[in-house]
């Protein structure tokens, strides 16, 4: 009753001994079990143990700067690997032919479909699985993407990883980070894997501490 822009509380329970923050049992006390919010002009349903920028009001200049690097025009197939609710992907669905986001994580997954409804997208789909397994699977069938967005968690890209970008082999990719330290490890790694870096772009999304998010194009040689 003090607090109504509170909408919604859930209680999750972890009783793991591991680095995870959230466990698998959620109980919702009160409310929907998720939230909402604007961004991009699109609106976004965000469950519990799913991603979401902490700063809408920067997310919205850093994914513009990203779009902007993509340089979309329409004819595109666009590849969102660690898509989390669908929030880059369906950005870029505003400006590209097709779309595929890929998310290990069900619960994200399951957030972005919905998203995707709720904002009468039909030019773009997700995928629940491992986002390098998929881009191998794609690339043994022949398959082609023009643009490959990334945008992993603190810890960056395996080398695995950033070879099954490499076999799938996109003209442009523009990587996001939140760690300029990884993501200085994964350029050196792709700058010698016949791509090039054009554009760095920091931008500041955690105000008052030393952390900072990274755009970065990289295009094919």
Same mark, same amino acid.
């Given at each position: 009753?003090?607090?109504?822009?509170?909408?919604?509380?859930?209680?999750?329970?972890?009783?793991?001994?591991?680095?995870?923050?959230?466990?698998?049992? +959620?109980?919702?006390?009160?409310?929907?079990? $998720?939230?909402?919010?604007?961004?991009?002009?699109?609106? =976004?349903?965000? /469950?519990?143990?799913? =991603?979401?920028?902490?700063?809408?009001?920067?997310?919205?200049?850093?994914?513009?700067?990203?779009?902007?690097?993509?340089?979309?025009?329409?004819?595109?197939?666009?590849?969102?690997?660690?898509?989390?609710?669908?929030?880059?992907?369906?950005?870029?669905?505003?400006?590209?032919?097709?779309?595929?986001?890929?998310?290990?994580?069900?619960?994200?997954?399951?957030?972005?479909? *919905?998203?995707? *409804?709720?904002? &009468?997208?039909?030019? @773009?789909?997700? $995928? &629940?699985?491992?986002?390098?397994?998929?881009?191998?699977?794609?690339?043994?069938?022949?398959?082609?993407?023009?643009?490959? %967005?990334?945008?992993?968690?603190?810890?960056?890209?395996?080398?695995?990883?950033?070879? /099954?970008?490499?076999?799938?082999?996109?003209?442009?990719?523009?990587? @996001?980070?939140?760690?300029?330290?990884?993501?200085?490890?994964?350029?050196?790694?792709?700058?010698? *894997?016949?791509? @090039?870096?054009? +554009?760095?772009?920091?931008?500041?999304? =955690?105000? %008052?501490?030393?952390?900072? +998010?990274?755009?970065?194009?990289?295009? &094919?040689?």
């Amino acid at each position: 009753k003090l607090h109504p822009e509170i909408t919604t509380v859930v209680l999750n329970v972890n009783d793991k001994r591991t680095s995870m923050v959230l466990g698998d049992r +959620e109980t919702t006390i009160y409310g929907k079990g $998720y939230i909402e919010d604007v961004l991009c002009g699109l609106t =976004f349903r965000i /469950s519990s143990r799913s =991603f979401y920028q902490i700063n809408p009001v920067q997310t919205e200049k850093l994914y513009e700067k990203a779009m902007e690097l993509a340089g979309l025009t329409g004819r595109e197939r666009v590849i969102d690997v660690y898509c989390g609710i669908g929030t880059i992907g369906m950005v870029a669905a505003k400006s590209a032919k097709e779309v595929i986001g890929v998310e290990l994580n069900p619960d994200a997954v399951r957030d972005a479909v *919905k998203n995707a *409804k709720r904002n &009468q997208m039909k030019n @773009i789909r997700f $995928y &629940q699985d491992d986002a390098g397994r998929f881009m191998e699977k794609m690339a043994a069938k022949g398959e082609k993407a023009d643009v490959v %967005f990334m945008d992993p968690p603190r810890s960056g890209s395996s080398e695995k990883f950033l070879n /099954s970008v490499i076999k799938l082999s996109p003209k442009k990719i523009v990587y @996001i980070s939140c760690n300029p330290e990884t993501l200085a490890r994964d350029l050196n790694f792709l700058t010698r *894997k016949n791509y @090039i870096v054009k +554009e760095i772009q920091p931008v500041e999304m =955690f105000c %008052f501490t030393d952390h900072t +998010e990274v755009v970065t194009w990289l295009e &094919q040689k």
